[in-house]
């Protein structure tokens, strides 16, 4: 079974706009990080500055296509593959569902935090949505409800979108000025 997995770490994705969007959660997760390491400050900032560093790595690491291939070496191994349409249906909506619940549990036991900085809110917002079109467009789920969102400059927008903001927010956030 793992002799048919084809993924290999290395460059995932080698064009110029996603070494744009790579670099940027690079930046974005310093700026997160060096907010976290101030005296007094909510750790929230270390939180979001490993999440930021996991998608940057991921954005050419490519780990989603191991986890497909995984995934699809399980179907076939154990007779479901014909049935992988509806189990990736299934599994984007537990992902939407786990994200979405996750992103308001967060929203909601550290609201000061996002009051204080909503920017990071619109980060998460539009990285989660990213993150849900993606995994959407991966499983063909687009397809299958006669869309096609694979590809496309406005994901790629919405993804630097929401890394950018986390960017912003950290910058304003560790401004010496008042």
């Not at 997760?29 to 101030?38: A, D, F, H, I």
């Not at 939180?47 to 497909?68: E, H, M, R, S, Y």
């Not at 990736?88 to 549990?105: D, E, R």
Request: proline share 3%.
């Amino acid at each position: 079974m793992i002799a048919d997995i084809t993924w290999r770490p290395g460059i995932g994705d080698p064009t110029w706009l996603a070494w744009i969007i790579t670099l940027a959660y690079g930046v974005a997760s310093g700026l997160c990080c060096r907010c976290g390491l101030r005296r007094n400050a909510p750790r929230t900032w270390l939180v979001i500055a490993g999440l930021l560093l996991l998608l940057g790595l991921n954005k050419q690491l490519d780990l989603q296509t191991l986890f497909i291939e995984v995934g699809r070496e399980i179907a076939v191994a154990t007779g479901w593959y014909g049935e992988r349409r509806r189990v990736q249906l299934i599994f984007v909506l537990v992902l939407a569902v786990t994200l979405i619940g996750a992103l308001l549990t967060l929203i909601w036991k550290r609201r000061r935090f996002f009051l204080q900085h909503p920017l990071t809110l619109a980060g998460s917002g539009l990285l989660v949505l990213f993150v849900l079109l993606r995994a959407g467009s991966m499983d063909h789920v687009d397809e299958a409800m006669g869309i096609q969102l694979d590809n496309r400059r406005w994901i790629a927008a919405m993804e630097l979108g929401g890394v950018l903001c986390f960017a912003v927010a950290a910058g304003r956030s560790s401004d010496p000025r008042p």
